[in-house]
């Protein structure tokens, strides 16, 4: 809290949204943590003159496709261009986000914010905004590629019924994210869609062969990170 807070205080904000994924395997793993991670963020919040609003969504599962610096940036430029095989799972949660910005800062009327949001996304200011946030720190990079990739394949057919974030999340370190920027991984599978035996859940991205190794031993040693019914 201390260190949420400070931060966004320190450079002047007046305003703030904040998001509590809630899910068996996410950070927060209960509705009664994050309530009361909600009460004291809003209090600490008041006594620094902040106005706070906390969103507690649903942390089963990733948002997006990509986890990793370059995978994760992937998502957000399909997002910001409108791509159509953009996540939307993603695309709706900025435009939530951005759209209860609107609504405490009362440019938009209460319920109106994902409406704003979703134009201005639609339209393309929100990309125009973004390239020019990139411009104003040396300009726009072309988003990097590991050199060496491998896919996970589905070992039966069936229904995805959950996702461990946490083991999703070691994985990628061990493939090098987030200090290698195009290590990773990219996921095919969501959770609550039917796969095929032999289709790819998931591909793991790594900067060099030793980090795939790693990675691909951690995932032989581990039970199964999507479960499949």
Sequence with gaps: IASILSKKAAVGSTHIVIDIPVGPTAKVRSEKDALRLEYMLTVIGQALGLHIKVLITDG??????????????TDVLA??????????DLRQKSLQIAGTIFEMAEV??????MKMADKILSQGVA???FSAICQAQGGMKEVPTAPYQHQILAHKSGKITSVDNRKLAKLAKLAGAPYDLAAGL????????YIEKGQPLYCIHSESKGELKYALRYVESEDAIFKIL
């Design 186 to 193: 990219y996921l095919y599978g969501d959770v609550g869609e």
């Design 127 to 129: 990309f125009e905004k």
């Design 60 to 73: 089963s599962r990733p948002v997006g496709r990509g986890i990793g610096p370059a995978l994760e940036a």
């Design 79 to 88: 997002v910001l261009q409108n791509e159509p095989g953009a996540p939307n």
């Design 108 to 113: 938009c009327p209460v319920a109106q914010g």
